[in-house]
């Protein structure tokens, strides 16, 4: 009994071991280019970017960086508009946008960040808008 104790006991810190050493998701944030962090993207907006860490892209900025973006409601897009970098970060300048401003939105964008069909990282990011009524 005292040894299947601790075997159990032994199985149970390798998990807790394993689980706290795992890869974390990235962190990532919307930004203004100018210092300014806000949590999520904003539809309608166009001034926005995303900031990356270059280590995810692998160290630079490829030329041909597009996204493949998911997670949001029909009509919701991110678009990419332009790349900068900015120490060890990479801002990707995106513009939001949506067909219709009947319904809000409050969802999370999955964005592969890809250099041709290669995904080189993975990043979530809430994206919100108002409805407006007329």
């Known amino acids: 009994m005292k040894k299947l104790l601790l075997t159990v006991a ?3 810190s390798l998990a807790t071991t ?10 990532v944030y ?3 280019g100018n210092g300014g962090q806000f949590e999520g993207l904003y539809t309608e907006s166009n001034w926005m970017a995303i900031e990356v860490p270059l280590n995810a892209l692998g160290g630079s900025v ?14 919701t897009y ?3 508009e ?6 060890d970060n990479a801002l990707l300048y995106v513009s939001v946008s949506r067909d219709s401003t009947d319904s809000f939105v409050n969802s999370v964008a999955q964005i592969n960040v890809n250099s041709g ?8 990011i809430p994206v919100y808008g108002a409805a407006t009524s007329e």
């Not at 332009?82 to 120490?87: L, P, Y």
Request: charged fraction near 10%; charge should be negative.
């Open 10 to 12: 032994a199985a149970l």
């Open 18 to 27: 394993a689980t706290a050493f795992a890869a974390s998701p990235m962190s």
């Open 30 to 32: 919307a930004t203004d």
């Open 62 to 75: 490829p030329s041909d960086l597009s996204l493949a973006v998911s997670g949001l409601p029909d009509g």
């Open 78 to 80: 991110v678009t990419l």
């Open 82 to 87: 332009g790349v900068s970098t900015r120490g």
């Open 117 to 124: 069909s290669t995904t080189l990282a993975t990043v979530e």
